[in-house]
């Protein structure tokens, strides 16, 4: 962070809060230039500071209320386990994202479903499948006070 200046911390915070701002309505609350916004946010994304422009969507409208936690412990900890599970694992739709952690269990999956039903074929027929698991404890969430994707800056 530390090739950052006060300019480029403003336009990360706002668009991590608001991605659709357009360079206009950038420059407009920064009080700078379209084309010195322009530059910079090119810069940003170049230099991976902004990795990808997303919507997030309201999960519970497009049907995946059921999320779960799945704590995972595999029987093995060779480069060649740790790389096939992360490789498997990530081409599952249902896994938001996964964590390798320390601690007695090895990594840390957010699991997006409909309903229990999903979850269980998911885990029956995909994440049970997987070579090496020892286990795969979960936790259901059961309500939700926050959610954010804005780091602080």
């Known amino acids: 962070m530390n090739d950052l200046d006060a300019i480029d911390l403003k336009i990360l915070d706002l668009l991590q809060k ?3 701002l357009t360079h206009k309505e950038i420059a407009f609350k920064l009080h ?5 916004i322009h ?4 810069r940003l994304k170049q230099e991976g500071y902004i990795r990808r422009i997303v919507a997030i969507l309201d999960r519970k409208k497009i049907a995946k ?6 704590h995972v412990l595999l029987n093995d900890h060779t480069a060649n ?3 096939t599970f992360e490789h498997e694992v990530a081409q599952f739709p249902e896994v938001m994202e996964c964590f390798q952690m320390t601690g007695t269990f090895d990594f840390i999956l957010r699991i997006a479903t409909k309903d229990m039903e999903e979850y ?3 885990y029956r027929n995909k994440l049970a499948r997987l070579p090496n698991i020892s286990t795969v404890q979960s936790f259901f969430v059961l309500s939700e006070t926050k959610s954010d ?3 602080p800056l």
Do not use: C, E, H, P
């Not at 700078?32 to 010195?36: C, G, I, L, Y």
């Not at 530059?39 to 090119?42: E, I, K």
């Not at 209320?65 to 799945?70: D, E, H, R, V």
């Open 149 to 151: 994707t804005a780091y």
């Open 81 to 83: 386990t740790l790389n």
């Open 65 to 70: 209320g059921l999320i779960a936690f799945s």
């Open 39 to 42: 530059d910079r946010t090119r």
């Open 18 to 20: 608001d991605a659709s």
């Open 32 to 36: 700078k230039s379209v084309a010195t």
């Open 120 to 122: 269980q074929q998911f």
